[in-house]
Nanobody, 124 residues
Framework: QVQLVESGGGLVQPGGSLRLSCAAS????????MGWFRQAPGKEREFVAA????????IYADSVKGRFTISRDNAKNTVYLQMNSLKPEDTAVYYC?????????????????WGQGTQVTVSS
């Protein structure tokens, strides 16, 4: 069992930055692929980024590539999402997820554990 708690959301102007954190509790954090997803009002949940346990195992959605960076600190059982050059279309509830899935999978299938979500609003 893994519990996930996100933090770091808020209101930011276009072009600004935010860093989301996801603290995990439970066993075997290192064995899980960690992902970030988001859901805007009236839209389906979409993949943002994922990272396996090692440094080279990272994948991003095309819409955030070059602006967002996913990282994880296995010693702290925490995964981060650094979001730069934010756009109004990035506005959504952001969810952290954990699953024993291939790190290159860009869908929610197989992610067994989800956080409660944190709101990110990009607006002037």
């Amino acid at each position: 069992q893994v519990q996930l708690v996100e933090s770091g959301g808020g209101l930011v102007q276009p072009g600004g930055s935010l860093r989301l954190s996801c603290a995990a509790s439970g066993r075997s954090f290192n064995s899980y692929t960690m992902g970030w997803f988001r859901q805007a009002p009236g839209k389906e949940r979409e993949f943002v980024a994922a990272r396996g346990w090692s440094a080279g195992t990272i994948i991003y959605a095309d819409s955030v590539k070059g602006r967002f960076t996913i990282s994880r600190d296995n010693a702290k059982n925490t995964v981060y999402l650094q979001m730069n050059s934010l756009k109004p279309e990035d506005t959504a509830v952001y969810y952290c997820a954990a699953g024993k899935v291939p790190w290159y999978r860009s869908s929610a299938n197989g992610y067994d554990y989800w956080g409660q979500g944190t709101q990110v609003t990009v607006s002037s």
